[in-house]
Nanobody, 113 residues
Framework: VQLVESGGGLVQPGGSLRLSCAAS????????MSWYRQTPGKERELVAF????????TTADSVKGRFTISRDNAKNTVYLQMNNLKPEDTAMYYC???????WGQGTQVTVSS
């Protein structure tokens, strides 16, 4: 199993980023997928997850209305569209299979002016 995140970077408050997570080594369309984030000294926080078919999603209250999770099963990829970013969204973002039986290496998102 391999999960490879990309798309992080430095963005100004109010800006947008789209994170991608390319999956391989398993039947992607059979598993729900999650995005988490973590800042130093804090526990990893569940941001959003999407069911295997993509029709059902859940996002944390802290990002509701700003972040959208989606997936493309033909491309074995899960996305996290992040809009209206705030400094408190600064974190390392991780893709996970299910609720974390496998993890990616993470991609850093920094929101700062």
């Amino acid at each position: 199993v391999q999960l490879v995140e990309s798309g992080g970077g430095l963005v100004q408050p109010g800006g947008s980023l789209r994170l991608s997570c390319a999956a391989s080594g398993f039947t992607f369309s059979s598993y729900y997928m999650s995005w988490y984030r973590q800042t130093p000294g804090k526990e990893r926080e569940l941001v959003a997850f999407v069911c295997s078919a993509g029709g059902t999603t859940t996002t944390a209250d802290s990002v509701k209305g700003r972040f959208t999770i989606s997936r493309d099963n033909a491309k074995n990829t899960v996305y996290l569209q992040m809009n209206n970013l705030k400094p408190e969204d600064t974190a390392m973002y991780y893709c996970a299979r299910r609720m974390g039986d496998y993890w990616g290496q993470g991609t850093q998102v920094t929101v700062s002016s």
